[in-house]
């Protein structure tokens, strides 16, 4: 069964509202407070009024069963990739590239849009560790993310030393 990760299935479940509500308490989209918190937030999402009927009410079961498994899994998380950027130009697309190498076998990596506004797009370099480690030499990677010329937006890429302009 598939493990839950928290940027990929614990807080896309935190809606702005819940974030903006509970900073009293925590950060619910920062990994460490939630981790810190794990044990409240379940007690309060699953049946004490988490988030509240006047906000849109509580999860469902599944999400709910969701968090609980990645809480007791021990609290996957992705990590940031490190890599070489490139910005090209090829018939109607642009094209964004990294390359590089995985830490090890068994990794998994992409390039993930992370943040859109009306004049730039900033694209996640993500790598995903094995649950288990795999024997093998660590695989060199060439991802790369297409969308139409027609977006001429800037690009930014962000990667463990940090963010870099493309375009
Ligand atoms: C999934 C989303 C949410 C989670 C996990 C969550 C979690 C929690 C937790 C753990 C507490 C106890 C804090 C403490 O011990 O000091 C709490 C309290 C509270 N939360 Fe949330 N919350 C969520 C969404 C919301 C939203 C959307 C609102 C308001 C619109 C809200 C309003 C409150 C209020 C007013 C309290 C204090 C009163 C009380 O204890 O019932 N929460 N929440």
């Known amino acids: 069964m598939r493990t ?13 509202i819940d974030r ?22 379940l007690s ?11 906000t849109g009410g509580p999860w469902p079961d599944e999400w709910i069963a969701v968090f609980r498994r990645w809480h007791a899994s021990g609290h996957k998380r992705l990590q940031l990739g490190t890599a070489t950027f490139a ?4 018939g109607p697309n642009n094209s964004v590239t990294a390359t590089g190498t995985l830490p090890a ?3 998994n990596g992409w390039l993930q849009l992370e943040k ?14 094995p649950d288990t480690p795999v024997p093998g030499t660590p695989p060199a990677f060439a991802l ?5 010329d027609s977006d001429t937006r800037s690009v930014f890429a962000r990667d463990s ?7």
């Open 44 to 54: 309060r999402i699953d049946g004490t009024g988490m988030p509240p009927d006047e």
């Open 20 to 41: 903006a509500h509970m900073t009293f308490f925590t950060d619910l989209w920062d990994y460490d407070s939630v981790v810190a918190n794990a044990d409240d937030i």
């Open 116 to 129: 859109e506004t009306d004049t730039a797009k900033t694209y996640v370099l993500y790598y995903e560790a």
């Open 161 to 167: 030393t940090g963010v870099q302009q493309l375009h």
């Open 4 to 16: 839950p990760v928290f940027e990929l299935h614990i807080q896309p479940m935190f809606r702005s």
């Open 105 to 107: 076998a068994g990794f």
């Open 87 to 90: 910005f090209s130009h090829t």
């Open 144 to 148: 790369k993310e297409r969308y139409p």
